[in-house]
């Protein structure tokens, strides 16, 4: 019998990706479901970027682009770098690639051997640890509760390390919680880190943008560890730019010349005409983005408040991105019209079947006991959803 290869059978399927779906095939039947499981800003991209990618089309950037990017992107990212977070780097440094995915998944690929192991502060992204396992390495969680605001600690990284430590990555702000590293706290991890000099940083820094705290921070900013931090970004959630799928990798030189090689080997060069549109993302007027965070930040104070008026609901206040992350399992052993809800996945199928509310069960990212609610939606929708979600709980006993 023919059959998948086992790299295939042992990668998991994308947990927010599926409940969107299911979201998806309600709403085709008629259901009024309201989505707060997908990461995806609900804003247009800006009009000026927009107007770029025309331009493009217009002047036939048409054919294959170069590997590594265009030369004007990876000159407008290294200004970024530079503008944003007084970060220098070279432009054969910059790698871009088809989303900031992509960027995340290069780097393991590039330096990632069977039996390495990849430390991974939980809760994680859902395809961080499927990553490291397309890599062949070896997923060492380490967890940080709500009462650590989600956070890991020095003494927490350092346990973690062994001799075949190869990698760590890092994502300030945070998906699935939203919690930021402060620059102290980056400190810390960075000075652990610089007293193991295998280990390579990713630094998954998609969210800077969305961040409600002030400057963002960048752990490749230490000098002692500068030299071993990779820095992934994009335009997808700063710019409302999802679907153009345009991320890079700003390395260390040696790394840098690894995900050229390995990205000219199965994708090539990201699409010209979203490449171009990237340049006036980085370099345009800036104004769309303090607009965006603005509106994320009402929402979350909004759905913060609304959730701590429920009974059971274990809520935090994130920093940054557009997610919250509070703890459920209060309502776990309980039923209702003769359904019992056991965990965190069986609870977000029963908000999404009772009161049409999709969210995601925290077993998709190292954390059991919550689920992910993007607030990445109207002001309207989320008064709406979280009322929806307050009566299904109430009716649980």
Known sequence: ?????????????????????????????????????????DFFTPAHIKDAAKKAIDDNFSFYSPVPGYADLRKAVTEKLKRDNN????????IVSNGAKQSVCNALLSIINPGDEVIVPAPYWVSYVEMVKLAGGVNVVVTAGLEQDFKITPAQLEA?????????????????????????????????????????????????????????????RFENIRDRVAVINGVSKAYAMTGWRIGFIAAPLWLAKACNKLQGQYTSGAGSIAQKAAVAAFSGDQTCVVRMREAFLRRRDLVVGLCRDIPGLKVNVPQGAFYLFPEVDYYFGRNAAGRTVSDATDLAMYLLETAHVATVGGIAFGAPRCLRFSYAVSDEDLVRAIARIREALAALK
């Open 87 to 94: 970060l220098d780097y070279s432009t054969d440094q910059i």
């Open 160 to 220: 973690a390390i062994t001799p075949k430590t190869r990698a760590m990555i890092l994502c300030s702000p945070s998906n699935p919680t939203g919690s930021v590293y402060s620059r102290e706290e980056l400190k810390g991890l960075a000075d652990v880190i610089a007293g193991h000099p295998r280990i390579i940083v990713l630094s998954d820094e998609i969210y800077e943008h969305i961040n409600y705290v002030g400057e963002h921070q960048s752990i490749a």
């Open 1 to 41: 019998m023919i059959q998948v290869s086992d790299r295939i059978n042992n990668l998991s399927p994308s947990e927010t990706l599926a409940m969107s779906q299911r979201s998806s095939e309600l709403k085709a039947r008629g259901i009024d479901v309201i989505n707060l499981s997908v990461g995806e800003p």
